[in-house]
């Protein structure tokens, strides 16, 4: 009779540490179609709430560092307070894969996008955002930046001509245990 309730009571202290360590990683991928100040951003981070900016297809902010964006990938998951994690998405033709580790503070992450199918003849893109960086605080942090120049063709009126681009693509994370 006694024995169920000392094994419960075992079992108890042996997976309550774990479950304490629990978390929510919180990622986000947002691009901008100019160069951003990185401290700038950073300031804007603690002043909005990003699962509310971030929930359309553009950032919706009049905080000056994140306004103007575009919302490329955002995700919250379920995770141990430390070692690797993967986690897969798919919706309709898209599919998410999210990888990487945790390790104290530090978050090392690597997010791949697949929009299409590889079968036969039809065409898919892939795209890749990664970082590495502490997530220290429950805030959330920028752990990878892409900043990338480009070149396009306008066509106004008969006429067209190259506009020069920038992008600036911010990998974002926090961590909640």
Same mark, same amino acid.
């Given at each position: 009779m006694r024995l169920p309730i000392l094994l419960a009571a075992a079992v108890a202290l042996v @997976? =309550?540490? #774990? %479950? %304490?360590q629990a978390g929510r990683l919180d990622l986000y991928v947002l691009? @901008? =179609?100019?160069a951003r100040n990185l401290d700038?951003? %950073?300031a804007a981070l603690t002043e909005v709430d990003l699962d509310k900016v971030t929930d359309s297809d553009r950032t919706e902010t009049s905080v000056r560092g994140l306004r103007g964006g575009w919302v490329v990938f955002t995700q919250s998951f379920g995770i141990g307070g430390a070692g690797s994690f993967a986690n897969v =998405?798919? #919706?309709t033709n898209q599919r998410a894969d999210v990888s990487g580790s945790l390790n104290g503070s530090n978050l090392t992450v690597q997010i791949r996008i697949l929009e299409g199918v590889k079968v036969g003849l039809r065409k898919?893109?892939?795209?890749s955002y990664g970082g590495s960086g502490s997530i220290a605080g429950g805030v959330p942090r920028i752990v990878g930046v892409r900043q990338s120049k480009g070149k396009t063709q306008e066509a106004i009126k008969g006429r067209t001509r190259i506009v020069e681009t920038e992008y600036t693509t911010l990998v974002i994370a926090r961590y909640r245990p």
């Open positions: @997976f =309550t540490p #774990l %479950a %304490a691009q @901008f =179609t100019d700038e951003v %950073a =998405t798919r #919706l898919y893109s892939e795209s």
